[in-house]
């Protein structure tokens, strides 16, 4: 739900292809259609995200920690990842 009637008129907007009211009116808008077959993918492949996520946090880490000694090479910081679990609506 969204609290902001601009933000959901910007939000209809982009998911119609960047069509308003006004057709003339140049913007652009995301394509973004989902079949059925690719939604399950989808979903399956959520299943196993977590660990995906652990998985990758690990390897960063290690690349991360050989680099702090090489002249002349920097690693980006880490990024934090929200603590609160994501919840279908």
């Known amino acids: 739900m969204v609290g902001n009637d601009a933000l ?4 209809r907007r982009l998911s119609n292809h960047g069509f308003g009211p006004d057709p003339l009116a140049p913007s652009f808008g995301y394509n973004a259609k ?6 399950a ?3 399956h492949t959520l299943a196993s995200f ?16 050989a680099l702090l000694g090489v002249s002349g090479a920097y690693a980006v910081q880490e990024i934090q990842m929200p603590s609160r679990p994501i919840t279908k609506t």
């Open 8 to 11: 959901l008129d910007e939000l």
């Open 34 to 39: 989902l079949s059925e077959l690719h939604a």
């Open 41 to 43: 993918v989808g979903l």
């Open 50 to 65: 977590p660990e995906a996520l652990a998985r990758r946090s690990y390897y960063a880490s290690r690349i991360r920690a």
